[in-house]
């Protein structure tokens, strides 16, 4: 079986989550960025990445299912709960059939718990499209 980049080959929702972590990691090492993870299950961000002194707390989301409007839903929330500058500072959300990130400071969020995105139009003025692929955001 060959894997795709455009769906997660998981079956569940967490298997899901970790396919995006992966794909995560593999792009943030690809800009130079070095990666580490948390042990265990229990922080609120997923890795923490950056340059020499500049380090970030990174909570990885994913979504590969269009919603009537036609933009991707992203719950950007734990346990209905929005993030906070003192838990997570960046919220990386990865839509897999447009393989694309979104790279959005937690201060940006404003405890907002459901993002919708639209990676698939490029004229889309959305209140997300300045984070789109916005890995600069860690240099």
């Known amino acids: 079986m060959r894997a795709s980049w455009s769906k997660p080959v998981?079956?569940?929702?967490?298997?899901?989550g970790e396919v995006a972590e992966i794909r995560f990691a593999a792009v943030a090492i690809a800009y130079g960025l070095a990666l580490a993870r948390p042990w265990g299950?229990?922080?609120k961000f997923d890795f923490i990445t950056g340059r020499t002194r500049n380090l970030w707390r990174v909570q990885v989301k994913s979504t590969s299912a269009k919603g009537p409007?036609?933009?991707?839903?992203?719950?950007?929330?734990?346990q209905?709960?929005?993030?906070?500058?003192d838990e997570v500072d960046f919220l990386a959300a990865?839509?897999?059939?447009?393989?694309?990130?979104?790279?959005?400071?937690?201060?940006?969020?404003?405890?907002?718990?459901?993002?919708?995105l639209?990676?698939?139009?490029?004229?889309?003025?959305?209140?997300?499209?300045?984070?789109r692929e916005?890995?600069?955001l860690f240099t």
């Not at 998981?10 to 899901?16: D, E, L, N, V, W």
């Not at 209905?80 to 500058?85: A, D, H, L, Q």
């Not at 201060?107 to 993002?115: D, E, I, P, Y």
């Open 10 to 16: 998981a079956r569940t929702k967490k298997s899901k």
């Open 41 to 43: 299950d229990s922080e």
């Open 69 to 78: 409007s036609g933009g991707y839903a992203v719950n950007a929330c734990t």
């Open 80 to 85: 209905g709960k929005s993030y906070t500058e």
């Open 94 to 116: 990865y839509v897999f059939p447009a393989n694309t990130w979104y790279i959005i400071p937690i201060r940006a969020l404003r405890g907002a718990k459901m993002l919708l």
């Open 118 to 131: 639209h990676p698939e139009s490029r004229r889309s003025s959305g209140k997300w499209e300045a984070f």
């Open 134 to 136: 916005a890995w600069r």
